[in-house]
Protein backbone atom coordinates (compact mmCIF):
# COMPACT_ATOMS: atom_id res chain seq x y z
CA UNK A 1 0.00 0.00 0.00
CA UNK A 2 1.71 2.91 -1.23
CA UNK A 3 0.74 6.05 0.17
CA UNK A 4 1.76 9.90 0.05
CA UNK A 5 1.18 11.43 3.49
CA UNK A 6 1.59 15.48 4.54
CA UNK A 7 1.18 16.88 7.48
CA UNK A 8 -2.29 18.30 6.80
CA UNK A 9 -5.78 16.13 7.16
CA UNK A 10 -5.77 15.16 3.68
CA UNK A 11 -4.72 11.60 3.09
CA UNK A 12 -4.45 10.48 -1.03
CA UNK A 13 -3.55 6.66 -1.43
CA UNK A 14 -1.72 6.24 -4.74
CA UNK A 15 -3.90 3.62 -6.04
CA UNK A 16 -1.75 0.71 -7.50
CA UNK A 17 -2.62 0.53 -11.49
CA UNK A 18 -2.67 -3.02 -13.20
CA UNK A 19 -2.38 -1.66 -16.70
CA UNK A 20 -1.41 -3.40 -20.23
CA UNK A 21 -1.34 -2.58 -23.83
CA UNK A 22 -5.31 -2.54 -23.94
CA UNK A 23 -5.47 0.42 -20.54
CA UNK A 24 -5.34 0.20 -16.93
CA UNK A 25 -7.28 -1.28 -14.32
CA UNK A 26 -7.29 -0.88 -10.78
CA UNK A 27 -8.41 -3.17 -7.76
CA UNK A 28 -9.34 -2.21 -4.61
CA UNK A 29 -8.83 -5.05 -1.83
CA UNK A 30 -9.66 -4.94 1.86
CA UNK A 31 -7.06 -4.62 4.04
CA UNK A 32 -4.75 -4.84 1.24
CA UNK A 33 -5.02 -1.54 -0.85
CA UNK A 34 -7.20 -0.01 1.75
CA UNK A 35 -6.40 0.14 5.51
CA UNK A 36 -9.54 -1.63 5.87
CA UNK A 37 -12.40 -4.63 5.42
CA UNK A 38 -14.94 -3.18 2.53
CA UNK A 39 -18.63 -4.06 3.58
CA UNK A 40 -20.13 -1.64 1.46
CA UNK A 41 -19.34 0.63 -2.34
CA UNK A 42 -21.66 3.29 -3.39
CA UNK A 43 -21.27 6.05 -5.79
CA UNK A 44 -22.57 9.31 -6.62
CA UNK A 45 -23.50 10.35 -10.28
CA UNK A 46 -26.21 12.59 -12.27
CA UNK A 47 -25.20 15.17 -9.93
CA UNK A 48 -27.63 18.12 -10.57
CA UNK A 49 -25.50 21.33 -11.84
CA UNK A 50 -24.17 22.97 -9.12
CA UNK A 51 -25.00 21.19 -5.97
CA UNK A 52 -22.67 20.10 -2.97
CA UNK A 53 -22.80 17.15 -1.57
CA UNK A 54 -21.78 15.21 1.49
CA UNK A 55 -22.67 18.02 4.61
CA UNK A 56 -21.57 15.34 7.19
CA UNK A 57 -19.09 13.44 9.39
CA UNK A 58 -19.07 9.81 10.74
CA UNK A 59 -18.77 8.90 14.23
CA UNK A 60 -16.95 5.35 13.44
CA UNK A 61 -16.86 5.15 9.46
CA UNK A 62 -13.85 4.82 7.61
CA UNK A 63 -14.06 5.11 4.11
CA UNK A 64 -11.75 5.89 0.20
CA UNK A 65 -13.24 8.16 -2.03
CA UNK A 66 -12.03 7.97 -5.50
CA UNK A 67 -13.28 10.60 -8.83
CA UNK A 68 -13.74 7.80 -11.13
CA UNK A 69 -14.54 10.44 -14.27
CA UNK A 70 -15.00 14.40 -13.89
CA UNK A 71 -13.62 16.43 -11.26
CA UNK A 72 -14.72 17.36 -7.97
CA UNK A 73 -13.07 19.73 -4.89
CA UNK A 74 -13.28 17.98 -1.71
CA UNK A 75 -13.38 19.87 1.72
CA UNK A 76 -12.19 18.00 4.50
CA UNK A 77 -12.66 19.33 8.30
CA UNK A 78 -11.44 18.00 11.18
CA UNK A 79 -13.25 20.18 13.99
CA UNK A 80 -10.22 22.40 13.53
CA UNK A 81 -8.43 22.83 10.41
CA UNK A 82 -10.30 23.36 7.01
CA UNK A 83 -8.77 21.83 3.99
CA UNK A 84 -9.67 21.25 0.75
CA UNK A 85 -8.36 18.46 -2.25
CA UNK A 86 -9.41 18.31 -6.04
CA UNK A 87 -9.90 14.58 -6.85
CA UNK A 88 -9.61 14.20 -10.48
CA UNK A 89 -7.84 11.33 -11.18
CA UNK A 90 -8.94 7.45 -11.01
CA UNK A 91 -5.56 6.55 -9.42
CA UNK A 92 -5.97 8.43 -6.68
CA UNK A 93 -7.58 7.75 -3.54
CA UNK A 94 -8.81 10.39 -0.61
CA UNK A 95 -8.80 8.43 2.68
CA UNK A 96 -11.35 9.59 4.90
CA UNK A 97 -11.04 8.49 8.13
CA UNK A 98 -14.14 8.72 11.46
CA UNK A 99 -14.98 12.39 13.14
CA UNK A 100 -14.17 14.24 9.35
CA UNK A 101 -16.63 16.55 8.26
CA UNK A 102 -16.84 16.36 4.24
CA UNK A 103 -18.34 18.37 1.52
CA UNK A 104 -18.01 17.76 -2.46
CA UNK A 105 -18.53 21.08 -4.53
CA UNK A 106 -17.98 21.94 -8.16
CA UNK A 107 -18.54 18.41 -9.84
CA UNK A 108 -18.16 18.29 -13.01
CA UNK A 109 -20.91 17.30 -15.61
CA UNK A 110 -20.32 13.22 -15.39
CA UNK A 111 -18.34 13.48 -12.54
CA UNK A 112 -18.76 9.93 -10.75
CA UNK A 113 -17.31 9.29 -7.26
CA UNK A 114 -16.75 5.63 -5.74
CA UNK A 115 -17.06 5.41 -2.12
CA UNK A 116 -16.17 2.18 0.02
CA UNK A 117 -16.64 2.51 3.16
CA UNK A 118 -16.20 -0.22 5.97
CA UNK A 119 -19.54 -0.43 7.52
CA UNK A 120 -22.88 -1.12 5.94
CA UNK A 121 -25.21 2.10 5.70
CA UNK A 122 -26.34 3.12 9.46
CA UNK A 123 -27.79 6.45 9.92
CA UNK A 124 -27.16 6.28 13.53
CA UNK A 125 -23.33 6.78 12.72
CA UNK A 126 -24.08 10.44 10.77
CA UNK A 127 -23.71 13.19 12.44
CA UNK A 128 -25.57 16.06 10.05
CA UNK A 129 -25.07 18.82 11.83
CA UNK A 130 -22.03 20.86 11.99
CA UNK A 131 -22.24 22.53 15.41
CA UNK A 132 -22.86 18.38 16.60
CA UNK A 133 -19.67 17.69 14.68
CA UNK A 134 -17.59 21.10 16.73
CA UNK A 135 -19.00 19.43 19.81
CA UNK A 136 -18.43 15.80 19.33
CA UNK A 137 -15.14 16.71 18.32
CA UNK A 138 -13.87 18.71 20.59
P1 LIG B 1 -26.03 10.88 1.93
O1 LIG B 1 -24.97 10.08 2.61
O2 LIG B 1 -26.76 11.91 2.73
O3 LIG B 1 -25.42 11.59 0.65
P2 LIG B 1 -24.20 12.59 0.58
O4 LIG B 1 -23.06 11.79 0.07
O5 LIG B 1 -24.59 13.72 -0.30
O6 LIG B 1 -23.95 13.07 1.98
O7 LIG B 1 -27.06 9.87 1.29
C1 LIG B 1 -28.13 10.31 0.48
C2 LIG B 1 -29.31 9.41 0.71
O8 LIG B 1 -29.01 8.07 0.36
C3 LIG B 1 -29.77 9.38 2.18
O9 LIG B 1 -31.19 9.36 2.18
C4 LIG B 1 -29.25 8.10 2.70
C5 LIG B 1 -29.20 7.19 1.48
N1 LIG B 1 -28.08 6.24 1.50
C6 LIG B 1 -28.35 4.88 1.61
O10 LIG B 1 -29.52 4.45 1.67
N2 LIG B 1 -27.31 4.00 1.61
C7 LIG B 1 -26.03 4.42 1.54
O11 LIG B 1 -25.09 3.59 1.54
C8 LIG B 1 -25.76 5.83 1.46
C9 LIG B 1 -24.36 6.35 1.38
C10 LIG B 1 -26.82 6.70 1.45
Not at 8 to 16: A, E
Not at 63 to 79: A, E, H, K
Request: a negative charge; hydrophobic letters at 40%.
Amino acid sequence: MESIKSMSIITMLDLPVRGDDRGSLIALEGGITLPFEIKRVYYIFDTSDGVSRGFHAHKKLQQLMVCLSGRCRVVLDDGVRREEVWLESPTQGLQIGNMIWREMHDLSPGCVILVVAGEYYNEDDYIRSYQDFLELSA
